[in-house]
């Protein structure tokens, strides 16, 4: 996430507050508010969070300016969570300690940390995705790459059982990349997801945030097709679908005017009254396909109990059969920024920015991003 028209000065905060488990009433749909469709409620651990946060030891040797860099000692954010092996793998986004104290300001490079319960994590010392003297090197450097959204190939190619969506970011342009790898430490670049897409229409169009549908596959969500085709959510301002035929070159959806179709749109009076924005990669489930996206309160018009330009997580319904097809949609936030650490970090007016679901040990984990600054978790039962 990044809000390009800011430049905030970087606030540095405490150590994290001792938790409380989600609030009830305002804070978060309970049980018996949210309809059957809808995955929670979601609780933070007793203990455990932050999750990951920011440490200024390691250092990597960037390939571009051959310079030892302190890769991960600004912020640890929005994070993306797979299940292998029995254990929760998660990829962060690290921001170091160059460029100007704001928003975007920073390279990023992502992390990756490994987790026996999805809440104690060991980390590498070094980062496993980041911006290289490669073919994508123009459009990520030196911004990097950020926001990362993950999910398991159900092909069996070993080469690309991973498939990766991140925001490419050069400090003068956006868009989705994609990449693949076998072993969530080894990648390979496959370039923008929209590139050649309607005859080159949307080589030079800004895009980020894209989730692709994912349901429940030998116990692990996995991505799925739908029609013959892999479905991607993506967008922020407005949520839209792309289709593919092999997870690595996608073709958005458009309306009958040849603009993209817009899925969910900002509401007045609400969380995402500013925006709504893709989350983790959706799940289909057997009441329909669930999304997961993150809103944005507006200053004016927006939801009143959350502060101007604070992000929440939220959920809609699709229809399984038909992706384009709006069912339902949540009109209270699922998880909200109300803890110390969720509100004071580089992003001042609070984040929850939820982009990894994992189904483990039973149970729905959530990981979101902190005010731009740290990660977190929450937990939800599997029903």
Known sequence: MRAAALALTLTVFAGAAALAQVSSGETTPQSSSLPGWAIGPFTRPAEGNPVITPDAKPTFEDPISHQPVRWEALHTFNPSAVVKDGKVYVLYRAEDDSGGMYIGGHTSRLGLAVSD????????????????????????????????????????DPAHRYVLTYTQWNRKTYAVGIATSPDLVHWTKHGPAFKGAAGGKYDSFRYKSAGILTGIVDGRLKAVKIDGKFWMYWGEGAIHLATSPDLIHWTPLEDGKGAPEELLKPRAGRFDSFFPETGPPPVVTGQGIVVLYNGKNAADGGDPKLGAGAYAAGEALFDAANPSQWKAQLDAPVLKPELPYEKTGQYAAGTTFAEGLVLFHDKWFLYYGCADSLVAVAVAPYK
């Open 117 to 156: 319960d999805g809440i104690h994590f060991h980390r590498e010392a070094t980062p496993v995705f980041y911006p290289a003297e490669d073919s994508q090197k123009e459009l990520e450097w030196p911004g990097g790459v950020e926001d990362p959204r993950l999910v398991e190939s159900p092909d069996a």
